[in-house]
């Protein structure tokens, strides 16, 4: 048997090895099966699933499936035994520790003003539950393109129970957001409890009730959120969206020409990007865009400007004054700190 021992067959008799659960499944069918069968699987020897047959040593005999679960058993509660023993302990220990700390006002889990929300669930536990204490108001930063279908569902139900108590939204999206029809499904049946404004580029998510308690992933894809409650960050995060929003253009109103023939505005958006040294993923990104459909617009700009290199290009957007400021309008007039109005 030599070559062939547990380290083979690293399991225990509750999940035999595809060859053991052969030998043994046939050996309890017949009753017994020849020992040169087991050579290739050890593990039932040692796991005293098989037995040598006391009338014939050349045969092996199986352990009847009922003493092993016995046994099984008994193990798996030996173990459950020792955890519970070990949780108490620790348990015990850091009660101890946990009297010598001063008393707190509230839970760390439910009274902070920052609390880490883990997972998809509690994330929209809270929303909702921000969502129905919410009297006023609500402001949201979406970025990204083109908002998806799903999105958009998701948090229906809680766009339309604050319109029923008379909370009125505001929402920032890209420009990029525009061409989405299911956005403006959405802000059709919203009506008037919904204003929308689009930039180039804004920050990254943000939901804000009433300006006391505000929600910010923290982690790329989302499944880990914060929830803000400290007062100077929620008034930081307030400021931020007011100043952004008086630089936004209204979703009913068309985007500013560039004064340039054959430039749009998202190209003028991409020059300016692409004059401050970003690279197309960067570009795309902040555009709420897909690298490809950046490079496309890439390749309109050099062909527009005459431009034969990237670097020839630069040069040609800082000629034609295509690397100033974007989105600076007529729209800067809209109040902004202070008592925003809110239409």
């Known amino acids: 048997m030599a070559g062939h ?43 005293a699933l098989l037995h040598p047959d006391p009338d014939d040593m050349d045969w092996l005999v199986p352990t009847s499936p009922q003493e092993v679960m016995t046994r099984l058993l008994r193990g798996v509660h030996d173990e459950v035994s020792a955890s519970q023993r070990r949780m108490g302990s620790a348990v015990a220990a850091f009660e101890w520790y946990a009297g010598l700390a001063p008393q707190q006002r509230s839970s760390a889990a439910e009274g902070s003003s920052i609390r880490v929300l883990d997972g998809l669930s509690r994330i929209q536990a809270a929303m909702d539950a921000a969502t129905e204490a919410c009297t006023t108001e609500v402001l949201t930063v979406q970025p990204g393109g083109i908002r998806p279908e799903h999105e958009l569902t998701e948090g229906l139900h809680r766009a339309l129970a604050l319109r029923g108590r008379g909370v009125r939204m505001r929402d920032l999206y890209t420009h ?23 930039l180039d580029e804004v920050i990254d998510r ?74 197309d993923a960067v570009i795309a990104e902040r555009l709420g865009i897909s690298v490809r459909t950046c490079r496309a617009h890439i390749a309109r700009l050099s062909e527009t400007l005459g431009a034969a290199s990237r670097t020839q290009l630069g040069v040609r957007i800082a000629q034609v004054g295509l690397d100033g400021p974007r989105d600076a309008g007529p729209y800067l007039s809209v109040p902004g700190q202070g008592s925003p109005t809110v239409r």
């Open 206 to 279: 943000l939901i804000l009730f009433d300006r006391t308690v505000a929600f910010i992933p923290a982690s790329p894809d989302r499944t880990l959120a914060l929830e803000l409650r400290h007062p100077a960050l929620v008034n930081y995060l307030f400021t931020t969206f007011e100043r952004l929003w008086r630089l936004a253009i209204p979703l009913t109103a068309p985007l500013p020409d560039t004064g340039i023939e054959g430039i749009s505005h998202r190209e003028q958006s991409i020059a300016a990007l692409l004059a401050e040294g970003h690279q």
């Open 176 to 198: 990029v957001a525009r061409h989405g029809q299911g956005l403006l499904n959405y802000l059709e049946l919203m009506g008037d409890a919904v204003e929308a404004r689009t």
């Open 5 to 47: 021992g547990t380290d083979e067959h690293p399991h225990g008799a509750d999940r035999l090895c595809e060859a053991g659960d052969r030998v043994y499944s046939r050996a309890v069918r017949r009753g017994r099966v020849p020992r040169e069968d087991a050579g290739p699987v050890p593990c039932l020897l040692e796991l």
